[in-house]
């Protein structure tokens, strides 16, 4: 079975730092990855995904990931941390049981953004 | 729509009330996901729709839970005699025809049910 694993429910950072929320895989066939943020009182939208092309992945707002298969690792950061940047984010990996296809997200990591 | 549409917004119930709970795809999705979005639990999938048939039921906790979908658009999620512990946010997407699993889904900003 395909899981995914976030580390640090919670993570806090100074505006203009740099922002790293770590996620793990584990998939016995290659994985596609996403990442989606969801903002306040909003819905979830894909911030970036990785399709088995480049390891490195840009997405939108400044963000990138980076898929590192022997590490099992997809790992989202920015370089420099905004207020807006507030929200929760998911990293999720696509699974594919009996022909259908099945996301399996992890529990979500809040980033706080400090003054 | 521009986007996915779910009703509604919030929902308070008591316990042991059905609660119906609506989700409208974005026009030519054709795939439509529900998942359950509870504290500190992240999301849990549900249901997963092709069309109006289900082939991936397997996330539903209970024989109280059921969905349907009608027409390849609309979807309800029912929730039969309601529990405390069914209290969370429940979230819709939709994507386009599955050509790939790297199709991205739309989410809906979800309805948040509380059971009293």
């Known amino acids: 079975a395909q899981s995914v694993t976030q580390l640090g429910s919670h993570v806090s950072v100074s505006e203009g730092a740099l922002v790293l929320l770590r996620c793990n895989y584990s998939?016995?066939?290659?994985?596609?990855l996403f990442w989606y943020v969801q903002y306040p009182n909003q819905g979830l939208q894909l911030l970036l995904k990785y399709t088995s092309a480049a390891t490195l992945v840009k997405g939108i707002n400044g963000f990138e990931a980076e898929f590192k298969k022997s590490e099992t690792s997809f790992h989202l950061t920015k370089p420099s941390a905004h207020m807006s940047d507030a929200a929760e984010y998911f990293c999720a990996v696509t699974t594919r049981p009996s022909g259908t296809y099945k996301y399996i997200f992890g529990t979500g990591t809040r980033l706080k953004v400090l003054a | 729509g521009a986007g996915v549409s779910q009703s509604p917004s919030n929902k308070v119930t008591e316990k042991g009330k059905d609660v119906e709970l609506r989700c409208d795809p974005i026009?030519?999705?054709?795939?439509l996901y529900w998942y359950r979005q509870s504290l500190g639990q992240g999301l849990e999938f549900l249901i997963y729709?092709?069309?109006?048939?289900?082939?991936?039921k397997s996330g539903l906790p209970s024989d109280r839970f059921s969905a349907e979908r009608t027409g390849g658009s609309v979807s309800t999620l029912t929730i039969q005699r309601t529990q405390q512990e069914d209290s969370a946010v429940y979230l819709c997407a939709s994507s386009k025809p599955l050509a790939s699993s790297t199709d991205t889904q739309y989410f809906g900003p979800g309805t948040r049910l509380t059971v009293l």
């Open positions: 026009s030519g999705h054709t795939a």
């Open positions: 998939s016995s066939v290659p994985p596609y």
């Open positions: 729709f092709q069309g109006n048939s289900a082939p991936d």
